[in-house]
């Protein structure tokens, strides 16, 4: 018989409840739904982390909206920033004179937001907001503005609601901090 796999198991601690979180992305979602009146915002979720958060976010803003996906790659199979940052999915339509928010799942040192401002601005976005689940200040290298975040954490890997290690507890509905055993094996 095969052996029983939890995922939980693999956790040091949960950060934040499936509830917590719910709760957080529907205040997000109306400040949003607020601060957007009369536009039509591009919201670009970022690839593959994002796309929990940003399923749900963009359920809770009340606005007319369009949605694109990018995705870029700077982690490998590492808890710590390359550094580098890659893109790996552009666009699929033009973004010039649009209000675009890009939507993360995680600042961490900021590399991967500021390849993608830097970006998105030279291709005539008129304005350009940041929403991301969760801010990691302590990391940050690179100087970045977050307009929008639903948590601040400690400097931990965190998994969960999309967020990964290796690819893998993307699906857990929670966020955990994952026990250091399962990275320094
Ligand atoms: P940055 O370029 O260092 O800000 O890295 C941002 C990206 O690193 C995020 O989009 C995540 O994919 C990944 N990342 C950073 N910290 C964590 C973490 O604690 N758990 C999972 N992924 C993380
Ligand atoms: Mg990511």
Known sequence: M????????????????????????????????????????????????????????????????????????????STKSSGEVRLVKDLDRSIHGRDVIIVEDIVDSGMTLNFLKKSLISRGAVSLRIATLLDKPARRVAPLTVDYSCFEIPDAFVVGYGLDYNEVYRNLPDIGILSPRIYAE
């Not at 039509?40 to 949605?67: H, S, W, Y």
């Open 2 to 77: 095969k052996e029983k796999r939890d995922l939980y198991q693999d956790l040091e601690s949960i950060l934040y409840s499936k509830e917590q979180l719910s709760e957080a992305v529907s205040e997000l979602g109306a400040r949003i739904t607020n601060d957007f009146q009369g536009k039509t915002p591009v919201m670009i979720c970022i690839l593959k982390g994002a796309t929990v958060f940003f399923c749900d976010l963009i359920r809770q803003i009340n606005l007319p909206l369009e949605i694109e996906f990018m995705a870029v790659s700077s982690y490998g199979a």
